[in-house]
Every structure is written in C-alpha cells, then in structure tokens.
C-alpha cells in the first residue's frame, strides 16, 4: 500500500477514536446541565408521580450508561431520537424527530458557511501572497491594518455597521436574512449576502496574515535564493517556489477558519435573524431538549475533526516527502 | 586550465564597498576589494568565515542577499556595470548568462519539484531551448558527470538523491544554459572526501569542456589548487594577496596566507602504549529493533592517548560514540572501562562512571543553553560531579578558563557573546570539569576555520600532556587526524576496517577503503587531481 495511503486511513481511524470519545464527553456534560426537563416542562406545581411517569416516557429514569449506548446505538443507523419538545402532560404529542429539527437547520448552516469561504478564502489568500510579495510596501501593512481593524471589533458590531451602511442607508443587501425552504438559489444567495460579508470580516485578517506569514517563513530558505539567482521574477518565486511549500500551515489555518464559520456564527445568528444550527443548539439548552442539544454538539464534534483532517491530508499530499518515498 | 590572458575581462570588479545591517547599524562586509576575471579562467576565492567570500562572490552577480546593499564600486560584466542596474534587469542574466552553484545542494533544491524541471527552468523559460531539448541535454550532462541512471535520476525529487549526487546535478544546473560565468560557492564543503572527489573532477571536467569563466570559493586551499588558475585571498573584506596558483602555493607573500595551512603543518609524534584505559568489545548496535548500524566494533584506547576515529558520514563513528556515553545501548558486547564492564544503559551507570567519559561535540552553538553565561555552564558540572558551590565553583571556574586560555571576564558572557573558537573552548572547559578521565571529541573542529582549529588543537593536545587525558577523536578530516592522533581506527559501514599506530595506518600498504578514504584526501599540490584522474583513467583503461 502506497504510504500516503496507509497514513490517511490511519488517520481517519484515529478521526473516529476521537469522536467516539467526544460522544462521551458530550453525553457526561449533559448529564451535569442544572435542572431536569421534567420539572422545567411540567412545572413546579407537579406531583411527584406526574414527574416520575414523564421521565419514564422519556427513558430518563434508565442508568446513563444504558441511556448512552442507546443513543449512541441510534446515532449509528442514523436517528438522532426524538426532540423533547412538542410533548406535553395533555397527552397530545406533537414532537418532531430530532433529524427533521436539525437537518434544514444544518443545510442553512453549510449554506452560509460556504458562500462566506467562497468569498473570505480566495480573498485572503489573494491578499496573503500580494502581501508576502510587497512585503512591508504601504499595501503591506494597508492590507494588515484594515484586516486587523475588523477583527478587533466583536462581529455583532460588525454586522449592525454593515446593516446601517449595506442594509439601510445605501440598501444593497436586505437586513433579515430569513432564508426559507424552497428560496430559488440565487433569492437564497442575495439574502445570505450581509451575513456573509460579517462573516469574511470576520476571518480574513487570519486567514491572510498567516498565509503571508507560511509564505514569508519559506522566504528565507536556500532554494529560495537559488530561485531568484536563476533569475526568476518575484511573483513566479513566491508561487511556484514558496507556495507549493507552504499549503500544509494555510490549510491548517482555513480549517481552522471553516469550522469557526460552521460552529461558531451563532452571535451573527441571531443578529440576521437566520434560520442556523447555531440559535437551534441555543434554544435547545435553555429548554433542557437533550436529544437536540446532543446531536447538535455532536455534529459540531465532527465537523472540526473532519475539517482538520482534511487540513492533515492536504499537509501530507504537498509534501512530496512522504508522496514519493525513497 | 586555460591561463591565457584575452583582452576585455568578463567580469571587472572595481573598489567594490558592501555594507551589512545588524545591530541597528550598517557595517561594513567588503571594504574595497576588486577582482579582475577572463572568459575561460578560473578564480579561487579563499578566506575564513566572516572573510565576505559568498558576499563577493555573490556580488559579481549583481546580487546582494537582504539587509546589505552596495555603496560604492562598480561591477562590469561583458560591458554592463550590474552595480547601477534594477533588478529586473539583472534578472536577465542570472540563471542563463551567469549561474550560481550553492554550498548545500540538499537545501537548494526546492522540495516540491522534480530535478530536471528544477535544471532547465532557467533555460527553458528564456527560450534558449526547447523542453524537449533542454532536457536532452541535461541528460546527457548527467551522463557526463557519471551521475547514476541518467536518463531517470532528473524524474526524482531532491530528498530521493544523495548529497553528493545533488551537487553534481546541480552543477549540471548550471552548465545547462552554457553560461559565461560560474560562481561555486564552497560546492563540496557539505561532502565527505571520498564524495568530494568525484564531484570536484566532474566539475572540472565540465567547466574544462565548455571553457566557461568561474569563481572558487572555498576555505579549503588545498581544494581551491585543483580548480582554480588564480587564487585571492580574503580577510576581513579586504584582499590580503592574489596571485597564479602555483607561485601562492610556492611563497605565500604574507603572513596570513601562511597560517591558512599552518594546521598540516601541526604534527604529533604518534606514541605506542599498551596501558589501555578504555575498550569497546565486539559492539553490535542497532537503531529501533531494526536498523543495525555497528557490526562487531572492537576499539582499544590507550591511556593519556589519541585515537582518532575516521571514515565517512554513516560509517558509524558518532554511534560509536554514543555506544560508549550509554546513549544508545550495544544489542551484543561490551564497554570496559579500565578493566571492569560498564553498564550498557546510561540510567545504570554511577555518577563517578558517567564523570569518567565526557563528551564536546561539532556545533559548541546548540550544545550550550543560550540563557546562560559561561560561569554557569562550566559550573553545573562542578556542583554535580565535585559538590562545589558559590565562591569555591567561583574559583574553579576562573581556574578552569585560564586552562582555556580565557580571562575571567569571560564569566559574564553568555554564548551569543563568543566566537566560533571560544564557544568550543567553553566546551571543553566545561568536560575538564568533571575531571574525565576520557573526553569523546565528536568533530570538534570541523566547523572552525583552520586557525581557530589549529589553537583548539593545540589546546587539545596541551591539557594531555597536562593532565594525562585520553581522546577519542571522531573526524572526517586527514589532516586533523595527523596533526593529534597516536593511533587510527578507520571505519567504513558500521564496521572497523583497521586500527593500528598512525605512522602505519597513513603508510602503505592499506586496505581497500582506506587507500580510497587518503586518496580522496586533497593535497596542496595543484597537480593532486590531474594525477588522480590519471591513475583512474589508467586503471579503468587496464
């Protein structure tokens, strides 16, 4: 087996070791959130037995490790259980799969994340290497000043600027991003647009400022003098002698990135109004609906592990060390 | 070598100034040197370290490396003072009209591309051949610098080649878009002797056939008489002397040129003794469980002697080093010190057995902490091994860098504050500590210009008179091996080929290798290499 091969595998192996371990971490911290849903739907005012004979229906009063291998069991063929809200002590039961909660949810979620790559990642890229090119140039620390001033202020400032300037007093893109279920693709696309650009303000300077920092790194090596003593122009050194060396870090850094952009929006969430995973997980910890609360966490688990592991293969595959061996 | 004198130089440097920043000031690097240079000849440039060899060298590019610029002087290449050109247009010329042969081929390649994309980019990208035909040629360059497999070895990247084989493809990376001038900047430093050979005779060769102009740089004079017509010496940034090759060998005028060979001159009379302090006992050693590096290593070491340790990178000799430390534990053998085994493991040895063997090693730099001053590091030893603390480790310490030839002053200073050859007098101050009976000097030298080696030399050879010390002394380098050893173990692949007293080892007959390891050894005669070459040709012939 080609070695790159075998360390991929090896890699997606220790990628599921990983998240069977945070399945347990998520599981335990859940188990050790204050209150009980059966008091916090039923009220103080319940009897005993009424608290009792609710927390049996939800397979509360079971051990935790039953409880865990039951969930986790579920997860594997695919179902997530069943959301704790909808239920009531009316005896009608209007609860929803926990699938059918999350899955639109997450699909809006990927939506904004990735029309926000598709902008941030080309940018930032673009302005890492001109950057690392003009090294020190005004256009150098230009492009780190403004990238660094965005990020210094919190994204929801960001995002009510960019909706008093964009949204309101030169009306490009609309304010509420209340994208629904059966939007054409570009209706959806034109809506997502203001959270988009908060986003891309939000991860370009580190985007870019590492980017040019991996390029610059390289700068200083000997077959990087070699280049320009065989009179390559600057633009052809840096991309076709520093870059081709530098993707292991950048790719790292947009992993990084693209899992923030997954897991990490819920603030620019809820300032857009915009139907995402983010205020979901939210709402369901405050109204203690476990199963929503655990797949939740558990995909976001398995985003950042998916994500870095990309980012570890995209490091292997540019080194030409381990693709082609001795 | 071609000494005839045409009328235009190539390359006419004049009163070039370089200035360097560091320490929030410009200072200056080449302080007025010009250089005068033929179409065909051949110019060795020689100095020690800090000497602005590269930065000449790099100079008669047009090309100055960041933070040093050029303030006065001009560059005329075939006409064009470079001096006063942009870089753009300066562009134009390296890598096709003049080309650059680095010290470290291994790090000069870039990783991320195949060897012959990286040879013809040059070539290829200003049009002067086809693909196609630039690759042809490289081809057949390979070939004719007796690379392995020609026609494939381009199709591998830099990491899958060895060193030398990297340095030989790298000259053909030079030569691909026929140059006018080359620049060889201490080309075969980073290789062994044996390696050095060959690629020094395929550079000739080829330099030879295409009858192209170059530049030598090295600090090996006895390298730069194979290859070079005239040779310029430098100290400082100024020139101390240039002369024809063979009158600078005959009668250096100046002092200093002089000294730059005074260390062959430093001989030790070789002493035989049987009182043997330390004996390394049919070792086996392994890497992993996998790797066997050391087969049946057996090396006797005489009290208050020298036993040099020779051979070339991976023949095993810091392992065997490292055997005898402990550090890496024998799989088969033994270690016997003054008669009595010592523990395979470094974790079981006593503290009097580990004060016993000390180590110094190449690079004084990364074996110091940089945090601390020279007071500290020579007196942690003191308080391990002798329990000595405050005003008496004090004391010691000041003993000890008078014995190192250091003043007191030097207590202060912390290492970033030393030079090359006072590091590694801190070093060996810092193993005196313990009071070993036995120090391991692992290259010691190798990193040191020829005076500062010869001083540690010296030293080295006082403290055993002194203090009747044992030596093994690891290095990869004949003339070093002459000036302190009593005894000789060569090595070749993990295994010795001989020991025996100097006189005998250096005197034929000689095994196999080690006529193959002095052979390679350059000698200061400017006809060493075409005698060589001879004789291979002549036996290859037979």
Sequence with gaps: ?326 | MSTEKRSTPLLKMDNLHIEGFADEKWNPIIKGVGLTLHRGEILGLIGESGAGKSTLGLAAMGFTRAGCRITEGSIFFDGVDLAQKPERFKQKYWGTRITYVAQSAAASFNPAHRLIDQTVAATVRVGLRTEADAKRDARELFSALSLPDPDRIGDRYPHQVSGGQLQRVMTTMAMSPRPDLIIFDEPTTALDVTTQVEVLMSMRKIVEEFDTAAIYITHDLAVVAQMADNIKVLRYGREIEEAETRAMLREPKEEYTRSLWSVRSLRKKAVKSDDIVLSVDGVDAAYGNRIKVLHDVSIKLPRGKTVAIVGESGSGKSTTAKAITGLLPPSKGQILFNGTALPAELKDRSKEQLRQIQMIYQMADTAMNPRQIVGEIIGRPLEFYHGLKGKAQEQRVIQLLEQIELDEGFYDRLPSELSGGQKQRVCIARSLAAEPEIIICDEVTSSLDQIVQEGILKLLMRLQRERNISYLFITHDIATVEAISDEIVVMYEGAVVEQGIKDDILSPPHPDYTQLLLSSVPEMDPDWLTNLLKGKEAAAAV
């Design chain 1, 1 to 326: 087996m080609h070695p790159v091969v075998s360390t991929v595998l090896k890699r997606l192996a220790l990628g599921l070791v990983t998240l069977v371990f945070v399945s347990i971490i998520i599981f335990c911290s859940i188990q050790l959130l204050p209150g009980d849903f059966g008091e916090a739907i039923l009220g103080q005012a319940a009897t005993e037995e009424t608290v009792a004979a609710f927390r049996r229906e939800l397979g509360l009063d079971k051990p935790a490790v039953y409880r865990y291998f039951d969930w986790i069991g579920s997860v594997m063929t695919g179902d997530f259980g069943t959301s704790f809200s909808g239920r009531s002590a009316s005896g009608v039961n209007r609860a929803r799969p926990v699938v059918d909660l999350v899955g639109p949810r997450l699909g809006n979620t990927l939506f904004l994340a990735s029309i926000a790559a598709l902008i941030s990642v080309p940018l930032a890229l673009f302005l890492g290497i001109t950057a690392a090119l003009w090294r020190n140039s005004v256009y150098d620390k230009l492009a780190s000043a403004t990238t660094l001033t965005t990020i210094s202020f919190p994204e929801f400032f960001v995002a009510y600027v960019l909706i008093l300037l964009i949204g309101t007093l030169w009306p490009i893109f609309p304010s509420l991003a209340d994208v629904e279920a059966g939007m054409p693709f570009w209706e959806r696309v034109y809506k997502t647009m203001l959270p988009s650009i908060t986003l891309t303000l939000v991860i370009v300077a580190h985007l870019m400022r590492m980017t040019r920092a991996a390029i610059i790194n390289l700068l200083a090596s000997p077959y990087i003098e070699m280049a320009r003593l065989k009179g390559e122009p600057a633009i052809r050194v840096i991309l076709k002698h520093a870059l081709p060396n530098a993707w292991a870090p950048i790719a790292a850094v947009i992993a990084f990135n693209l899992a923030y952009l997954i897991v990490g929006v819920v603030v620019v969430e809820v300032v857009f109004v915009y139907p995402g995973i983010g205020q979901l997980m939210v709402d369901a910890v405050s109204s203690r609906d476990i199963p929503v609360v655990q797949a939740c966490a558990l995909i976001f688990a398995a985003t950042y592990i998916l994500l870095n592991l990309t980012a570890d293969i995209i490091g292997i595959v540019s080194n030409p060390r381990l693709l082609h061996p001795k």
